[in-house]
């Protein structure tokens, strides 16, 4: 069975400055990773996706994750965030055996100003 | 129509009252899914249908039904609405099940309370 934890329900980090959002997963076979990301008061929407290759996926807007095998973990990253950036963030996983995939609990980016 | 629509936006439904959260999508994706999100919960899947005529059950199924009559449609039905189905619904397709690395589409919700 899979698994995904945001370690993170909360984050608060000051307007400009970085933010990682961590995310570890847990499965047996091979795994595809994604970052969905929901607005308030919106459904959720695909950030970026690691499926295989180059570990380092980058979304249109900045952020950037990393799939890193050894530690099981998928955490994303933006070197400056914007007030815009305000959001909740869920981690995700599934594989090529399941037709589901597996959503964390979210972790909620407050920006201040 | 583009993406995927839900209906009612919202509603406040008494304990005990039958009610159908209805779900469209244009995309002509065999998989669709509905999930309730929570506080504290995340999101948890409730239905979900592979393709048209069939479906099958998520993580928390109890007190919920739905039907796939159609590629384009897939409604949610609470027989008897109790308070503890209080939440924000979300209704999502993807591609198909043998395809699961294709991302999943979310419709814009809908916020159920039951009083």
């Known amino acids: 069975a899979q698994s995904v934890t945001q370690l993170d329900s909360q984050v608060p980090v000051f307007e400009e400055a970085p933010v990682e959002l961590r995310c570890n997963y847990s499965?047996?076979?091979?795994?595809?990773l994604f970052w969905y990301v929901q607005y308030p008061n919106q459904g959720l929407q695909l950030l970026l996706k690691y499926l295989s290759g180059s570990t380092l996926v980058k979304s249109i807007n900045g952020f950037e994750a990393e799939f890193n095998k050894s530690q099981t973990s998928f955490h994303l990253r933006k070197p400056s965030v914007h007030i815009s950036d305000t959001a909740e963030y869920f981690c995700a996983v599934s594989s090529n055996r399941d037709d589901k995939i597996i959503f964390g609990k979210g972790t909620r980016l407050h920006i201040l100003p | 129509i583009a993406g995927i629509t839900q209906a009612p936006t919202s509603q406040i439904l008494a304990a005990g009252r039958r009610m159908t959260l209805r779900c469209t999508q244009d995309m002509r994706h065999n998989a669709m899914y509905w999930y309730r999100q929570d506080l504290g919960l995340g999101l948890r899947l409730i239905h979900y249908?592979?393709?048209?005529?069939?479906?099958g059950k998520g993580e928390v199924p109890d007190g919920y039904s739905v039907s796939r009559a159609n590629t384009d449609d897939f409604p949610l039905t609470l027989a008897s609405a109790v308070p503890s189905q209080t939440s924000v619904y979300f209704c999502?397709?993807?591609?198909?099940?043998?395809?699961?690395?294709?991302?999943?589409?979310f419709g814009p919700g809908t916020r159920l309370t039951v009083l």
């Open positions: 999502a397709s993807s591609f198909g099940w043998d395809r699961p690395y294709n991302e999943q589409f």
């Open positions: 499965s047996s076979v091979s795994v595809y």
């Open positions: 249908s592979n393709t048209a005529g069939t479906t």
